[in-house]
């Protein structure tokens, strides 16, 4: 995996700064803190923040796109739409809310200036996990002689089924089984309620198992 690049031309003109804390402090610090050093000039909180959420958000974006150009491509924006905001930013929810609040704002606006580019294999559901090497359980998963037979046209099937699905349903399938955000952390992402959040997370994951019955 490319290593993250921040354009260093885009903090030229950052103002000097006593540095509050030092490096070594961060990780004990909450992150919503580590933004306001940023905002106070502490450029190393910038750094630290980005090797704390580079994997995640580029794997985030990849769960989108299946592009790894294009993942990490976002990600970057994402880190400058940080820093950007670093003087406005208000510690009012959780810096991780917030960043993937960025981040899926981003990724709804890429898959709709690129739909007529996207295909039933962007979106990877069916595989396991790459970090706990679970499968969701959007379907049944008993092993049997045929479910192994039918395994790549149920996985093709699942592919383009979540693509199809509205794109806030989408969003909170990815970072519900991927991220392992939970229904309050999605709910602040989306603006909505963590009631609303289940009631769409339950309408999706009823869809997709409608759609799979054939498969199972």
């Keep these: 995996m490319a290593t ?45 923040l980005i090797r704390k959420y580079r994997k995640p958000i580029i794997n985030f974006m990849y769960r989108m796109t299946h592009n790894q150009a294009v993942a990490e491509e976002l990600a970057q924006e994402v880190f400058l739409r940080v820093y950007r905001s670093r003087e406005t930013y208000r510690a009012e929810a959780r810096f991780s809310t917030w960043l993937y609040r960025i981040a899926t ?52 099937a699942i592919r383009e089924f979540v693509m199809g699905l509205p794109e806030r349903q989408r969003m909170a399938v ?24 289940k009631s769409l997370l339950f309408r999706a994951y009823q869809t997709l198992r409608d759609k799979l019955k054939g498969f199972v």
Excluded: W
Aim: proline residues 5%; aromatic residues 6%.
């Design 4 to 48: 993250l690049a921040v354009h260093s031309g885009l903090f030229e003109n950052v103002p000097d700064a006593p540095m509050q804390h030092t490096p070594g402090d961060f990780a004990t610090m909450e992150d919503s803190a580590i933004m306001l050093e940023l905002s106070a000039g502490n450029m190393a909180g910038f750094d630290y």
């Design 105 to 156: 704002n981003l990724g709804v606006n890429h898959a709709r200036d690129n739909r007529h580019e996207r295909t039933a294999s962007t979106v990877y559901l069916d595989e396991p996990d790459s970090e706990t090497g679970s499968t969701p359980d959007v379907a049944d998963t008993t092993p049997s002689a045929e479910a192994n037979l039918l395994r790549d046209e149920r996985m093709s």
């Design 174 to 197: 990815l970072m519900h089984k991927y991220e392992g955000m939970d229904y309050r952390q999605i709910g602040d992402v989306l603006k909505l309620s963590e009631s609303a959040t």
